[in-house]
């Protein structure tokens, strides 16, 4: 969400079928839902909306990133839109979940850079209560894998602002190279932020051995 595509004014706007290639399987007509060690990411719901903006609208976890939806039916509106999004074919993003609930605390996102996903950006924005838990890393997890082996991705671009400690410390934590910076790129609260680039490869990203014992369980 950090840099999330949805706008508000766009909302109405239909969107144009999508021009890329089909990749290896049918996340286009459905996300599949992904279990990790503690973890579950899954397809947003409408339901998502009240917990959602919940966590995600507390000035810690806003500080850093485009401003999310003020209200619960902002939300709802914005889980929509994700939805047309992926089937669109340009966009994916999961509903993070713990294991023992089904509650949303939670999203990670992935939208496409260029036709047929080669280079892909990819986002995140966890509620605070479950920082430092272990549910980022698991959830990146899944969804780095997703990126690369479900959707064709090459590389994988993410965008954090220099002054989010905990954001870069992630990206780092997860195997992501910090390419550059991007001088004065994002735009929050009337000030430019210097944003770092970091990326990961296919060729060169190696899950965790412990996430490859979870061999990605494909709940459905
Ligand atoms: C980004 C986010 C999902 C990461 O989840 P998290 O649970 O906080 O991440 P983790 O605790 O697993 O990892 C963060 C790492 O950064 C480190 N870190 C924390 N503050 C730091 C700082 N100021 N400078 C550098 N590293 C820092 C932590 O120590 C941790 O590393 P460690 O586990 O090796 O000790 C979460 O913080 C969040 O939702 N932030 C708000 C939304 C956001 O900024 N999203 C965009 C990110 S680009």
């Not at 485009?66 to 509106?77: A, H, K, M, N, Y």
């Not at 993410?158 to 002054?163: I, L």
């Not at 004065?184 to 060169?204: M, P, R, V």
Request: proline content about 5%; some cysteine; charged content about 20%.
């Amino acid at each position: 969400m950090e840099k999330m595509p949805y706008r508000i004014e766009l909302d109405s706007v239909t969107m144009p079928p999508a021009v890329a290639p089909v990749v290896s399987s049918n996340w286009q007509q459905g996300l599949p839902t992904l279990a990790g060690e503690q973890v579950v990411l899954r397809e947003l719901r409408a339901s998502d909306a009240a917990s959602l903006f919940a966590l995600l609208t507390t000035e810690e976890v806003s500080r850093f990133i485009s401003p999310p939806p003020t209200t619960v039916e902002g939300f709802e509106r914005f889980i929509a839109w994700t939805l047309r999004q992926r089937r669109a074919g340009s966009y994916a993003c999961f509903a993070v979940t713990l294991d023992s609930t089904d509650t949303a605390i939670g999203i990670f996102q992935l939208r496409e850079l260029e036709p047929g996903f080669g280079t892909a950006e990819w986002g995140f924005a966890i509620g605070s209560a479950y920082w430092g838990t272990g549910v980022f890393q698991d959830g990146a997890d899944l969804m780095i894998n997703f990126a690369f082996e479900t959707v064709g991705v090459h590389r994988l671009e993410a965008r954090a602002a220099v002054k989010n400690g905990r954001g870069n410390g992630a990206l780092q934590k997860v195997g992501a190279v910090q390419e550059g910076l991007l001088r004065k790129s994002f735009l929050k609260n009337g000030e430019y932020l210097d944003q770092a680039l970091w990326t990961i490869l296919n060729d060169e990203w190696k899950p965790r051995a412990s996430y490859a014992a979870v061999n990605k369980r494909l709940v459905h």
